[in-house]
């Protein structure tokens, strides 16, 4: 069945004519052409060469992120037990630019503004590397739950996730942040291809109501920036308002920053449906976030020592992953559930949270279970005991199934595909008992 034509807004040929001039002609094609689909691996779980190790398909690299690769549509990726061991995130290539131009490094406190969802979070975690702080943030309340559930998949330790306003963040987090990235709700004209909602929704009206929208954000961003902090904004759109002509008007009143870079990835010349990118720094000499002391309650430390003792004990994590883990981090129980907070994070009071860091236990019968969370978090090189399944077992598990084990083998165990974690199992009896969450079973 042939493809159907897309027809493009009148007012939005004519303004792209104005930009592109004699390139308008190839850009109007790529519209037409196949879609290029993309894929990060996960830093926190492998290096680039284990990971081209394991995976069974075939992948070209992203030239503006190292993290990224193209694959074949027809291979389907998502459809595989790596995806739901975190091995990889799939993304619009053109969409990776932006974390490639903030540049976050180990050990900085980064805010991803307007993050589900969660394909730059992933992105800024992979590349902090579990040092520093994360804190990602969606305004709309069913997207911070998807966010959320990615921040899980891809066994991010040091990530808040947050369901707050923009001025929300910025009362709470004055000064705070050594980078900022407004990933920017727009016109979305670099979706018209994917999402036929884009195309739909585009106006004239449509667009300058976005570029107010994101002047907004903007405001609220740099008063979060630390002096010599950077802040990068992007969008999926392609006309200069929301572009260049947002860019402008938050330089104008904001004298304290200086333009780095613009660039502007046209799909009729990249690999990838289009993207527009802006990197800023506040003038002034950053000063380095750095781990603080953290004073802890009398009630905390209690709860801090047996979650040690859990950890160390009934699921044999090594003595280096206990103190990585817990060292410097507040405990903060939701219900029954365990969560350690990101370094840098003293208090959740006054903010409406998705999730308050890294879940790792439930307490049930006045017993500590580990999370899911907590084992995508981890490796195998980090516990006693692992068991690495096979494709096919690994499927059968994310079915809710049982797995059959050594007699020998006895309480919770890691189970990894290919090297990679994908949850916990206990095993009693020759079986190791499914421990996958009913809601991530897949349907047999």
Not at 106 to 119: E, I, R, S, T
Not at 153 to 171: D, F, Q
Not at 354 to 370: I, M, S, Y
Request: hydrophobic share 40%; net charge negative; with cysteine.
């Amino acid at each position: 069945m042939e493809k159907e034509k897309i027809i493009l807004p009148e007012a939005f040929v004519k303004s792209m004519r104005e930009i592109l001039k004699d390139e308008y002609d190839a850009f109007e094609a790529s519209y037409e052409s196949e879609r290029y689909a993309g894929l990060r691996y996960n830093p926190l779980k492998a290096s680039r060469e284990a990971f081209l190790d394991a995976v069974p398909f075939k992948l070209e690299p992203v030239e503006w992120a190292s993290e990224g690769f193209y694959y074949n549509l027809e291979e389907r990726p998502g459809k595989s037990a790596l995806h739901e061991a975190g091995a990889f995130y799939i993304q619009e290539p053109s969409a990776m630019s932006a974390v490639a131009a903030l540049d976050p490094k180990p050990g900085d406190f980064v805010l991803d503004m307007c993050a589900a969802p969660g394909g730059k979070s992933t992105q800024i975690a992979g590349r902090l590397m579990g040092e520093g702080l994360l804190v990602s943030n969606e305004y709309v309340r069913d997207r911070a739950r998807i966010l959320s559930s990615n921040i899980e998949r891809m066994g991010v330790r040091n990530a808040l996730v947050l369901n707050e306003t923009p001025e929300g963040l910025s009362a709470r987090f004055p000064s705070f942040f050594d980078k900022v990235l407004v990933d920017a709700p727009c016109s979305g004209e670099g979706m018209f291809k994917k999402e036929e909602n884009a195309l739909g929704e585009w106006s004239p009206e449509n667009v300058q109501m976005c570029h107010e929208r994101q002047l907004m954000i903007l405001e609220e961003a740099a008063k979060m920036l630390k002096a010599g902090g950077v802040l990068v904004y992007s969008t999926c759109t392609f006309n200069k308002i929301e572009n260049e002509g947002t860019v402008d008007a938050f330089l104008k009143s904001h004298p304290e920053f200086e333009l780095e870079k613009t660039e502007r990835f046209w799909p009729h010349k990249i690999k990838g449906e289009g993207h527009f990118v802006a990197r800023f720094h506040i003038k002034g000499e950053l000063a380095p976030s750095g781990d603080r002391e953290v004073a802890l309650s009398k009630s905390e430390v209690g709860r801090v020592k047996e979650i040690r003792d859990f950890l160390a004990g009934e699921l044999g994590v090594s003595a280096a992953c206990v103190e990585t883990l817990t060292h410097g981090r507040h405990i903060e129980a939701f219900g029954d559930n365990l969560y350690l907070l990101p370094r840098g994070i003293d208090t959740l009071r006054g903010l409406k949270v998705e999730r308050p860091g890294l879940w790792v236990a439930t307490v049930k019968k006045n017993r500590l279970e580990p999370s899911h969370s907590l084992a995508l978090a981890l490796n195998a090189t980090d516990v006693a005991a692992s068991v690495a399944l096979s494709d096919a077992e690994a499927d059968r598990y994310i079915e809710g199934n049982t797995i059959p084990c050594d007699p020998s083998l006895r309480g919770w165990v890691l189970l990894t595909v290919r090297g990679f974690s994908l949850a916990f199992g206990k095993a009693s009896g020759g079986v190791i008992k499914n421990h996958y969450p009913k809601g991530l079973r897949r349907m047999q």
